[in-house]
């Protein structure tokens, strides 16, 4: 999946068209009008400025006056919806990323890849999925948004979102291994303005190779033989080479370069728990 056809930018592209930005600065200027806590936020520049600062108690005013709007019936309910979900869209990157990292932790896996992932699905085609789903649960925790939790509302989208999309994939949110997001570590502890760049999940797995060599987790062969598997020119039909094409790559034969590989992924493997913890500290 290319960022230029991934359902975010779609969906960014289609918040950003002036039609949906005349729509939005309609109901911003109206709803200013009528409550104190969208004074400042009467057009779509403006609530984008407010949400670039580092007021989060300022956030919080303005997003929860925006879903009690949300969870309106009728035109006004959906353009207060879209106006939240154009804000949190910053956020759906690293939600994506860690449903992804969470639902691999809860079985024992770890290995954002190229290839093949689960019944025959790219780890490519697998992200665009988790992609748009995490986005409509994310459309649909703004709609339903359970108006009593008026504090820290970016993060409670943003954790209620992760965890309805694990469920939707079956994975038991109780699990610690699930958890993998606290309230000081979310996404939304920064301005919502500030849009990160989406990341490949093959730019995933080269930052995970390069951290594991580098933190010595990998040896040198163990790290050839997973770049060649996932980076290199030759390939099977699963989209990453065979271990009959290591095996000739390497000189060795192909159990020889079977038992390497396995050999590489449970370090691989170790190095991606720890990887995580790293990054969740």
Request: charged share 25%; with cysteine.
């Amino acid at each position: 999946m290319s960022a230029t056809s991934s359902p975010l930018t779609a969906l960014q592209r289609q918040l950003a068209h002036p039609k949906s930005r005349l729509r939005f600065d309609t109901a911003l200027r109206s709803w200013a009008a009528r409550d104190a806590a969208l004074v400042d936020a009467g057009t779509h520049e403006r609530l984008s400025e407010v949400l670039a600062s580092r007021d989060y108690a300022r956030h919080d005013e303005v997003l929860y006056a925006l879903l009690q709007r949300a969870a309106l019936a009728g035109d006004e309910g959906v353009v207060a919806g879209e106006v939240v979900l154009n804000a949190m869209l910053p956020a759906v990157p690293r939600i994506v990323g860690r449903v992804i990292r969470a639902s691999r932790a809860a079985i024992g896996t770890f290995g954002a890849r190229r290839g093949v992932t689960g019944a025959g699905v790219s780890a490519n085609e697998a992200n665009a999925d988790v992609q748009a789903a995490v986005i409509g649960h994310l459309w649909e925790q703004i709609r339903c948004y359970p108006l009593r939790r008026g504090h820290h509302v970016a993060a409670n989208l943003v954790l209620d979102t992760q965890r309805a999309a694990l469920r939707a994939l079956g994975v038991d949110v109780t699990q610690a291994a699930a958890e993998v997001v606290t309230m000081d570590d979310v996404a939304v502890h920064q301005p919502l303005a500030e849009t990160p760049a989406e990341k490949d999940p093959s730019e995933e797995l080269l930052e995970l190779l390069s951290w594991a060599v580098e933190q010595r987790w990998l040896d040198e062969q163990e790290a050839a033989i997973l770049t060649a598997r996932y980076f290199g020119e030759q390939m099977g039909r699963d989209g990453v080479a065979t271990d009959r094409q290591l095996g000739a790559l390497f000189g060795v034969s192909q159990p020889t370069a079977t038992r390497r590989r396995n050999r590489a992924l449970d370090a691989l493997a170790e190095a991606g728990r720890e990887w995580q913890r790293s990054d969740l500290g």
